[in-house]
Every structure is written in C-alpha cells, then in structure tokens.
C-alpha cells in the first residue's frame, strides 16, 4: 500500500469521519492541539533562551533541563496524538499541502537539532553551573531551536488559512 | 453600537490595508500565539507550583520572581498584535461572544496574578505559609489562562 493510499484509508476510517463530519470535534481537538503545543513551545523556549544566557542565569543547564523537559514530551505527546486526529479529518488534502509539509520538514529538523544536542553537547554543559560561560555549540542550539519552532508554528498557522 | 463602530474601523485606511494584505493576520497570529506559548507556559509553570504540583523544591516567591515578569513583558505585545487583529477583522472580534468571554477572563487573571506576585513581594513566605490559598487560586489561574486560550481559538468557529 503506497502512501497516498495509507492517507484516503485513514480519511476513511469512523474516527477520521466523524471528526470531519462534526461541527464541535475538530475546534475542540484543534483546541486542545493549541494548548499543548503552546507549552511544548513555550517551555522549551525556557532552555533556549538559558543556552542563548538570556534568562533564567540563576539556574544551572541541569536544573532547568530536569525540571522542565518532561513537561515538555508530556505535551508534545498531547499535542502529536491530537495533531494526528486532525489530520486524519483530511489526511489527503494535508498530504498534499505544502504549508503542513512544511511544518513537519521543520518538525524533522526540530528533531535533528534536539538529538544532535542531547547526545553531543549535553554532556558537555550539563555540569556547568550559573557562572560558566556557554559554549558555542550549546548557543547555536538554542538559536536553531527557537528559530526551527517559530517556523513549526508559522507553518502550522498558515496550514490553517490554505484550502 | 458596536457593529456601527466596528464598519467604522473596517473602512479605515489602516484595517483596509490589513485586510488586503494577505500575509498579515497569519503572520500576526504567528507572533501572536508564539507570545502566547511564552505566557502560558511560564504561568503554567508558576500554578503548578501554586498547586504543589511541580518545582516544591524551591519557595513560591523564587518561581514569581523567575516567571511573572515575564507576562508582564509579554502581555503587552499580545494586547498590541491583538489589536492589529482587531483592526484588521473589527466584527469578527469585538461582536463575538467568545472573544469577549477571553477578555473577561482574561482582566480576571491578570489581577489574581498582579495579587499573588503583590503578596509574595511584601512577604517573601507569604504563599508557602497559605498552602490552601496557594492551591486554589493556582488552579483557578490555570482554569483561566486554559479558558482563555480556548476561547481564543473559538473565536474563529462562531
């Protein structure tokens, strides 16, 4: 099964028709997308900004990586399981947008970014604490993150006003 | 009233050139809810602690310091691309229901956050002494800022 196939069984199954057929499901499951993709931006616009040293100096990388991160996937996971009920309302119609493609080709690049820097520099900040200077690598990670979510959520708007 | 004020603004040289221009309303929204990510995830933050839910290593006052300023930055850059969006689709906004119950919620949260950051900054231990206070209005705020994200995107579905 090719994927363009996969996308109209999806289209078709009950979940995905009542979602379209709905007057209700979808801006309540677009709500609740809005809310948890708020803070997964939000929160780790947080450690961003720590590894920019533009705020929260007083805490150390580790700290606010433990404290706020799972707060994080928490609502990723929210806001990916109603992501996917939305689109599946028109799985077609978004396959082919070229806004939402873009949104996920930023996701993908949101993910590479995060994985580069939990396994390479991590290691190497997560013992400094508020008085170590940042290095480089951890400074353009914050910046390639919180310029790669901007976009995921510029796209991701967008995708809302395209037919 | 109001519908006559909101053809009024709509004629206007500047909601005429916003309505034209395309791009604008999805990239202000952009920025819009963007601000909103940093709100909503600093208040979030804050109430939990409020609920002693998360962070209870640390006093209450130490998580106001570190998240209140914040909105207070935020907030305004929210009420100015709101009012771009209000300018650029008056009836859309200012007539619907669910936009003014954002509005109320919102004054309504703005003062219960303006009160507990007042309170903590007189008596740093203020919140941790008062564990039941503490808990309830953390959950109201997060009730209020969860409505008033909700309402917000209702908007668009009256």
Known sequence: MGIQQLFAWLENTSVAAAIRQSTWMFPTIETVHVLATVMVVGSVTMLDLRLLNVAYRDRSIRELHEEILPWTWASFLVAAIAGSLLFSSSATKYYHNFTFRMKMLFLLLVALNAAFFELRTYPRVANSDRETPIPLAAKIAGAVGLLLWIGVVAFGRWTGFTK | ?158
């Open chain 2, 1 to 158: 009233m109001i519908q006559e004020f909101c053809d009024w603004l709509a004629n206007t040289p500047l909601s005429l050139k916003i309505q034209t221009i395309m791009w604008i309303i999805p990239a202000v929204q952009t920025a819009h809810i963007l601000c909103v990510a940093l709100v909503m995830s600093s208040m979030a933050m804050l109430d939990l602690r409020l609920m002693q839910v998360a962070g209870t290593r640390q006093p209450v006052s130490r998580m106001i310091d570190r998240f209140v300023p914040w909105i207070w930055c935020v907030v305004p850059i929210l009420l100015t691309t709101g009012t771009i969006l209000i300018i650029g689709e008056p009836s859309r906004e200012l007539l619907n229901p669910y936009f003014r119950t954002k509005m109320v919620l919102l004054v309504t949260v703005l003062v219960i956050t303006f009160v507990i950051q007042r309170k903590s900054s007189r008596d740093a231990a203020y919140w941790d002494t008062r564990k039941i206070a503490s808990i309830l209005l953390g959950a109201l705020s997060l009730l209020l800022w969860v409505g008033i994200v909700t309402a917000g995107r209702w908007i668009a579905y009256y």
